[in-house]
């Protein structure tokens, strides 16, 4: 199995976008990719919109040499449903259920997105908790499980990817830390994780100190119970510039384990660039006039 990340937050956009080579089958999960509205009361500087246009231009690239695209669900970091849309053309596209376990906004989003790509799919598959194979290679999908940890934000479908080496990416769990989100990724025995992490960017606000707590519990037990080598750890948490402090105990027990704890920017042989969590020292290093 190849795993190339394509687009993620430690590489400077809203991303999750992943490529994943197996000797049967070429998959995208999540072509999408964007840019917080706002952070530090600031829009996206140049650096992060330029760094945007060129992940989509790999995406885009990457996708349409691809057999399956996934869509764990319809956050716009997650899908596209406005440009390069023959992305789809000929494809096999399997995505969260449109109507069942879905939030308002999601359905909205979900309905648009299908008229959009109506006639270009080979097939368009509903995903959740449901089970597929091409040749040698298992994908499935967990049931809907909470956008964060409750159902405000809606569900996701976290995805495992089998061809022999076991691949789980968790989509929006921002954990995890409930209890259905970590029971996919334990009783599927991954070796290894992409996992989107605690949104401790919004600390003591949209997320509490419980609900690290319970993740980094569940990150832990994760690297004790699962013949897991590499853990990546990635998306909500990298907003934070203290992510690596909010996860010591994870580390920790990793390096215990021997498990490699890294980002995807990391795993791709790339430096970190958290272009969101330093928005404001690139409009001081890189002033933009009004």
């Known amino acids: 199995m190849e795993i190339i990340p394509l687009a993620f937050d430690s590489l ?19 072509p999408g990719v964007s840019l917080a509205a706002r952070r530090y009361n600031l829009p996206p500087h140049p650096v992060e919109l ?16 691809s057999d399956i695209i996934i869509i764990t669900h319809y956050h716009y970091d997650h899908h596209n449903p406005e440009e390069d849309l023959d992305i789809y053309k000929d494809k096999r596209v399997f995505i969260k ?3 069942d376990h879905i939030n308002k906004s999601q359905t909205k989003r979900a309905a648009y997105f299908l008229k959009k790509i109506e006639g270009i799919p080979k097939e368009i598959l509903f995903s959740d908790g449901e089970q ?29 990817i089998d061809d022999g080496y076991r691949l789980i990416h968790t989509s929006d769990v921002e954990g995890p830390a409930i209890p259905d989100q970590v029971d996919f990724i334990l009783e599927n025995k991954p070796n290894m994780v992409i996992l989107d992490g605690p949104l401790t960017s919004m600390l003591g606000f949209r997320y509490s100190q419980a609900n690290l707590d319970a993740s980094t519990k569940n990150m832990i037990q994760i690297i004790d119970e699962c013949p897991v080598d590499t853990l990546i750890v990635d998306h909500h948490i990298l907003r934070d510039l203290k992510w690596k402090e909010r996860l010591a ?5 990793a390096q215990e384990k021997g498990v490699k704890v ?5 795993f791709s042989g790339k430096p970190i660039d958290m272009l969101e969590a330093h928005r404001r020292e690139l409009y001081k290093e890189h002033p933009v006039s009004s």
């Open 50 to 65: 330029e760094r945007q246009a060129d992940h989509w231009k790999e995406i885009v690239k990457h996708t349409r040499a």
């Open 97 to 99: 259920h449109p109507k």
């Open 12 to 30: 400077g956009t809203r991303s999750m976008c992943t490529h994943i080579i197996t000797k049967d089958v070429n998959i995208i999960i999540d």
């Open 262 to 266: 890294v980002t995807a920017a990391e």
């Open 132 to 160: 597929f194979t091409c040749n040698h290679t298992k994908i499935a999908f967990s049931p809907p499980v909470f956008h964060g940890t409750n159902n405000k934000l809606g569900y996701v479908t976290e995805v495992l």
């Open 249 to 253: 105990g994870v580390f920790e027990t």
